[in-house]
C-alpha cells in the first residue's frame, strides 16, 4: 500500500533561513504529488501539486517542489521563510481517490 | 472563495451514542470525503463519494460508520455507537474531479468520545 514518510517532525529556523522539507513515497507507479499546510487554528490549505510535467513545481506563497522519480521523493523548499510560515507541512500522495498524508512537520520560524 | 464548511466545530458525545457530523461542500464539486487524524498522528482517509455512493473506503470505515448525501448540499459522517477510539478530528473535502484534484478541506469537527 501507498505510504509517505516525513522525516522532519520539528524544524526551527530563524527568518530569512533557507527550508527544504522532506518527503518520500513508497509507491513507484504514475503519482499524484501535494503539500498541504495548515496555519494555526485554520485548515488544510493547498500549497502546491504536481501532476505531471516539469519535476520542479512553484506554488503559493514563494513555495516550491521538487520531484524526483529516482528518489521516490517530492521536498518542499523556500529560500526565505517567514515568520508567517509558521505552521504544519503536510505531504500527501494520491492512491485511487484518496489522499494518503504523512505524519507532517511541524516549523516553527522566529522573527 | 468558496469553501468547504463543518459543523459542529466541536462535539462531545458518550460512548456508545450515535453521532453525526455534518459538512457542506464547495457547490459545484462532485467527489467528497472524509478523513481523520486523532492526536499526534496521520490524517487518514475514511471514504470518498460520487454519485450518491460510496467510491472508496479504508479499512478504518466499518460498520460503524456510514456517509450520506441527504440533499443538494450536505454530506454527512454518521458514526453509530461511538467509542473512545472514534476520538478525532474529522475533517470533510470535496473535489471537482476524480483522482484527487485539489481536495478543499473544511476546518474539522473535533470530536470528544467520553
Known amino acids: 500500500a501507498q505510504s509517505v514518510s516525513q522525516h522532519n517532525h520539528h524544524v526551527i529556523l530563524s527568518e530569512a533561513a533557507s527550508l527544504e522539507l522532506g518527503c518520500n513515497y513508497s509507491?513507484?507507479?504514475?503519482?499524484?504529488l501535494f503539500w498541504y499546510v495548515q496555519y494555526p487554528g485554520q485548515h488544510l490549505q493547498l500549497l502546491l501539486k504536481?501532476?505531471?510535467?516539469?519535476?520542479l513545481v512553484k506554488g503559493i506563497k514563494g513555495f516550491e517542489a521538487e520531484f524526483i522519480k529516482s528518489k521516490f521523493s517530492f521536498n518542499l523548499r523556500k529560500p526565505s521563510v517567514q515568520w508567517s510560515d509558521t505552521a504544519e507541512y503536510f505531504c500527501?500522495?494520491?492512491?485511487?481517490?484518496?489522499?494518503?498524508f504523512g505524519k507532517g512537520t511541524t516549523l516553527s520560524v522566529s522573527s | 472563495e468558496p469553501e468547504v464548511t463543518q459543523t459542529p466545530s466541536h462535539q462531545v458525545t458518550q460512548m456508545g451514542q450515535e453521532v453525526i457530523l455534518r459538512c457542506v461542500p464547495i457547490?459545484?464539486?462532485?467527489?467528497f470525503y472524509w478523513y481523520r487524524q486523532i492526536l499526534g498522528q496521520k490524517v487518514e482517509f475514511l471514504v470518498s463519494?460520487?454519485?450518491?455512493?460510496?467510491?472508496?473506503k479504508s479499512e478504518i470505515f466499518d460498520d460503524q460508520f456510514s456517509v450520506e448525501r441527504p440533499d443538494g448540499s450536505n454530506f454527512t459522517l454518521k458514526i453509530r455507537s461511538t467509542k473512545l477510539e472514534d476520538s478525532a478530528m474529522y475533517f470533510c473535502?470535496?473535489?471537482?474531479?476524480?483522482?484527487?484534484?485539489?481536495?478543499?478541506f473544511g476546518p474539522g469537527t473535533r470530536l470528544t468520545v467520553t
Open positions: 504536481y501532476f505531471s510535467g516539469d519535476p
Open positions: 457547490s459545484n464539486h462532485l467527489y
Open positions: 463519494f460520487y454519485n450518491n455512493e460510496i467510491s472508496e
Open positions: 473535502a470535496s473535489s471537482s474531479a476524480r483522482e484527487s484534484y485539489e481536495q478543499y
Open positions: 509507491y513507484g507507479g504514475t503519482v499524484n
Open positions: 500527501a500522495v494520491t492512491a485511487g481517490t484518496a489522499l494518503i
